[in-house]
């Protein structure tokens, strides 16, 4: 019975993720108030799925990246990958934070050798990646570059760059456009889609922009007001091979109002519950 129960949680495919039953509080020591943040979440994540996180300020889309990427514990409930339950960080997740957190010291190609050492990939093949990967996200010509020296949107591509590079099968992204003015907002937006296209990783981005989600995702996980919910799972019927002409297309409006329709009423009940 156990070992049933127990495989039950392992992931099947190479890097789906599967998230049972988790719940997650803050607080509470020291006579602190208890805060439930997330509310008895269940998800499963497919191997190379494009995975959106969607919902209002507060709702623990954070906590719950953060869950799955193993830098704050489970409390409640299991979440596995391929590997087993996760119980810390570990080689085949990996994050990109809405700060680039770049070490400013480093130029570009460092920043990106720097993950590779501490992967513990052999100085031969971190050349090579380091390289092959600054080339993907379109940074060739800029690998002595310092991020001081070069704008949001390139600063983002470097992390990126760092993140790809270690060949994570999960990517873990929070908010990564968020500090990015609209147009290299979209700019890199189009090239998230093609470089995943390309590299076939399975991502779960967080997100609040509803065209943001409905544009990158195949899935979207709509996400309650505190304590997190996931309220709605919804297919992307979109084209797979899909480019910024899809924004004027009418099937991408009208889907992208009924996911914004679904967001709304979640924020209309948050308004209620605050009273
Ligand atoms: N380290 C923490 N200690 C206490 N409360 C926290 C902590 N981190 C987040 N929270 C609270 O948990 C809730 C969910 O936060 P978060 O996961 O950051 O939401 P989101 O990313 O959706 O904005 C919020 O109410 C937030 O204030
Ligand atoms: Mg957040």
Redesign the pocket.
């Known amino acids: 019975m156990m070992m049933a129960a127990k495989a039950h949680h392992i992931a099947q495919a190479a890097s789906s993720i599967s998230i049972h039953d988790v719940s997650h509080s803050?607080?509470g020591r020291g006579g602190g108030q208890v805060?439930l943040?997330l509310d008895r979440i269940n998800l499963d994540v497919g191997d190379c799925e494009f995975h959106c996180l969607l919902?209002p300020?507060?709702?623990?889309?954070?906590?719950l990246l953060y869950l799955i990427g193993g830098f704050i514990p489970v409390q409640a409930g299991v979440i596995a990958t391929a590997k087993g339950p996760v119980s810390g960080p570990g080689p085949d997740r990996s994050i990109v934070f809405q700060n680039f957190a770049l070490f400013p010291w480093k130029t570009v190609k460092d920043n990106v050798l720097y993950g590779l050492k501490k992967a513990g990939f052999d100085a031969g093949e971190r050349e090579k990646r380091a390289q092959d990967y600054i080339d993907l996200v379109h940074l060739t010509g800029f690998e002595n570059a310092y991020p001081s020296q070069l704008s949001g949107g390139m600063q983002q591509r470097a992390a990126i760059a760092r993140t790809l590079a270690v060949d994570p099968g999960i990517l873990l992204m929070d908010e990564p456009f968020g500090a990015l003015d609209a147009q290299t907002r979209r700019v890199m937006q189009e090239e998230l889609r093609a470089i995943w296209r390309r590299s076939r990783k399975t991502v779960v981005f967080?997100t609040h922009d509803v065209h943001e989600a409905v544009f990158l995702a195949d899935r979207i996980s709509i996400m309650s007001a505190?304590p997190?919910r996931i309220e709605h799972v919804i297919d992307v019927d979109l084209p797979k091979d899909r480019g910024e002409e899809i924004l004027e297309d009418p099937r991408f409006i009208q889907f992208s109002e009924r996911i914004w329709r679904l967001v709304r009423e979640q924020a209309v009940a948050a308004t209620r519950g605050a009273h």
């Open positions: 803050y607080g805060m943040a919902g300020s507060g709702c623990g889309k954070s906590t967080v505190r997190g």
